[in-house]
């Protein structure tokens, strides 16, 4: 059974830090691409960013670059999102997901096939 587990989202003061970590279980995350979403109230899901299954390349979207960092430990089936100098315009659930490994890193919703049920983050102002 597959499962993605998202935690760690938290109330943080606007420059402030928060990790969160996707939990993965029920398929073998070393070949899959796993890709970090968010989803603000009133607003689509929006991809961040995604790191690949092999060699750990990650690609950002332009907004959130140099804030947030991606970063899987295969061993422990964990993936994470690392996030600095959160601002009030990052506040959402965000929700971890995965796809089979392939030749590009999507950030965008269609391609992922495993979803989270998503952790909040809300930073205040």
């Known amino acids: 059974q597959v499962q993605v587990v998202e935690s760690g989202g938290d109330l943080v003061q606007h420059g402030g830090s928060l990790t969160l970590s996707c939990v993965t279980s029920?398929?073998?995350?070393?070949?899959?691409?796993i890709g970090w979403f968010r989803q603000a109230p009133g607003k689509e899901r929006e991809g961040v960013g995604c790191?690949?299954?092999?060699?750990?390349?990650?690609n950002y979207v332009d907004s959130v670059k140099g804030r947030l960092t991606i970063s899987r430990d295969n061993a422990k089936n964990t993936v994470y999102l690392q996030m600095n100098n959160l601002k009030p315009e990052d506040t959402a659930v965000y929700y971890c997901a995965a796809k089979y490994r392939g030749p590009y890193f999507p950030i965008s919703v269609g391609p992922y096939d495993y979803w989270g049920q998503g952790t909040r983050v809300t930073v205040s102002s």
């Open positions: 790191i690949s299954s092999s060699d750990n390349r990650t």
């Open positions: 029920g398929f073998t995350l070393d070949y899959h691409t």
